[in-house]
């Protein structure tokens, strides 16, 4: 049976549902109870579960790391999330993305370029990212550095890679097993958009390679 637990951390209301030390969902919100509606759409169906008032130790360490990875910190904690239920090619999506650092974006169609598929696929698969956070979809892009969709809201999307800006300037190749993931500073989104970024620069655009 799956344990939710919900909790706030400098004001952000952080979710995590998992069963001993295997993550199934992440979430988070602005309320506590947006971050458990936002959790319970996460969860596998037909899963068993039950609301734990009080977070386990667990999900206390997991609620730290999303809080961490949210506001801009380095995390170095890694945790076993539950794919089997996910399709093969989401699995392969999901684990690709994860391999972006902080302080980097890559483009669905770089995505695409290193797992197969096309652009839009890749798109449909960060909606549903059962992990955010922890699988970082916010650093994934368009192919124009236009932020693209995020069901945080862009807005929120734009804040977190603001707080992830380290300064790079070198465009970085991920080595994987027989691609290589294309990988951009943050700071080439931020020039697009520009200091102040004007609510049509954020507005959601269809996903492009």
């Known amino acids: 049976m799956l344990t939710l637990c919900v909790d706030s951390v400098e ?17 988070f919100a602005f309320d506590g109870s ?3 509606q936002n959790l319970l759409k996460n969860i596998p169906f037909n899963v068993s579960f039950q609301h734990s008032e009080k977070p386990t ?5 997991v609620i730290s790391s999303l809080a961490s990875i949210y506001h801009g910190r380095e995390c170095t904690e890694s945790f076993s999330l539950a ?3 996910l399709s093969s090619y989401a699995q392969k999506v999901l684990k690709t993305v994860s391999l972006i650092p902080t302080g980097y974006v890559a483009s669905y169609g770089s995505v695409a370029k290193a797992v197969g598929g096309s652009p839009r696929a890749v798109g449909r698969v960060m909606a549903s990212n059962p992990f ?10 368009n ?16 804040e977190i890679l603001r707080r992830e800006s380290r300064g790079y300037t070198s465009i970085k190749e991920i080595k994987m097993n027989k691609s290589i993931l294309q990988a951009f500073p943050v700071e080439f989104v931020l020039k697009r958009l520009g200091n102040s970024a004007s609510n049509k620069s954020l507005t959601p655009k269809s996903v492009k390679g």
């Open 11 to 27: 004001n952000v209301w952080f979710g995590v549902a998992h069963e001993n030390e295997t993550v199934f969902a992440t979430a």
């Open 34 to 36: 947006r971050a458990l």
């Open 57 to 61: 130790w667990f999900a206390e360490k």
């Open 83 to 85: 794919m089997d239920y």
């Open 132 to 141: 955010p956070l922890i699988i970082p979809c916010h650093r994934v892009v």
């Open 143 to 158: 192919s124009d550095l236009s932020l693209g969709g995020y069901g945080g809201g862009v807005q929120v999307k734009l």
